[in-house]
């Protein structure tokens, strides 16, 4: 069987972001343009209480948000099992290599420059997903 019939189409989101601003329009871009079913969080906080009773198909994190920062909330959203393997990005203004770098080693397929672009966004996460995809089906 070839990779194209075991690839999974983008489905689900799990979307953290602070901003209420940033989070209303790209959660408004992902749902009516992307056709994604989106729950979006305004704190790690928040995104661990409603991780309990969801799966979704890819994590998207904000790096910089007070309490618990992008990188401690991936990893207790790791520590669940349903979500332990669960693709991830961050969206930030981080992006220095080194930072990039640090996103990897705690297991982010990749990142999303800020400023978001609203409508690339769609577009931004189904490229990191169908490479993620690809990547899984060749290993």
Not at 11 to 23: G, Q, T
Not at 56 to 64: A, N, R, S
Not at 85 to 100: E, K, Q, R
Request: charged fraction near 20%; proline fraction near 5%.
């Amino acid at each position: 069987m070839n990779a194209a019939h075991t690839q999974q189409a983008l489905k689900s989101i799990l979307y953290v972001e602070d901003d209420l601003h940033v989070r209303t329009t790209a959660k408004l871009v992902l749902e009516v343009i992307g056709k994604l079913e989106v729950r979006d969080c305004s704190s790690g906080h928040e995104a661990l209480y409603a991780a309990r009773g969801f799966q979704p198909d890819l994590i998207l994190l904000d790096v910089m948000m007070p309490e618990l920062d992008g990188l401690a909330t991936l990893e207790r959203l790791r520590s669940m099992p349903h979500l332990a393997d669960t693709p991830a990005l961050f969206v930030t203004g981080l992006t220095t290599a080194s930072d990039i770098e640090r996103y990897a080693d705690v297991g982010a397929i990749g990142v999303i420059p800020k400023p978001l672009v609203p409508l690339k966004l769609t577009d931004q996460l189904r490229t990191f997903w169908e490479q993620h995809q690809l990547g899984h089906a060749s290993a």
